[in-house]
């Protein structure tokens, strides 16, 4: 019913900024909450920021706070992550999420909750 692209991944610097984009078509719905999460190589996937429809409350993981920022657009159906002052622990696959309601931050810290998911897109950070 909903499909999610992410695009705008690469190579960046340490301390580099880069902003990921997630599209949304299919029928999509006022309550859906969107989200990233990201996959680092042998991790498990992790929780990074989701945002509510109409972009009033985010969330993040306390490893991104302060650094990274997510918002929507729903006029174009997309999602945003800017992500600023890049480590090189930042380095993985980063997923968009769609969820049917913002929840606590606690749902958000288990991928059973989402809906729908991209097919990811790598942010790699250099030393």
């Known amino acids: 019913q909903v499909q999610l692209v992410e695009s705008g991944g690469g190579l960046v610097q340490a301390g580099g900024s880069l902003r990921l984009s997630c599209a949304a078509s299919?029928?999509?719905?006022?309550?859906?909450?969107m989200g990233w999460f990201r996959q680092a190589p042998e991790k498990e996937r992790e929780f990074v920021a989701a945002?509510?429809?109409?972009?009033?409350?985010?969330y993040y993981a306390d490893s991104v706070k302060g650094r990274f920022i997510i918002s929507r657009d729903n006029a174009k159906n997309t999602v945003y992550l800017q992500t600023n002052s890049l480590k090189s622990e930042d380095t993985a696959v980063y997923y968009c999420?769609?969820?049917?309601?913002?929840?606590?931050?606690?749902?958000?810290?288990?991928?059973?909750?989402?809906?729908?998911w991209g097919k990811g897109t790598l942010l790699t950070v250099s030393s």
């Open positions: 999420a769609a969820r049917m309601g913002m929840g606590s931050p606690a749902t958000w810290a288990s991928t059973s909750t989402i809906n729908y």
């Open positions: 299919g029928r999509t719905f006022r309550n859906y909450a």
């Open positions: 945002i509510t429809w109409a972009g009033n409350m985010r």
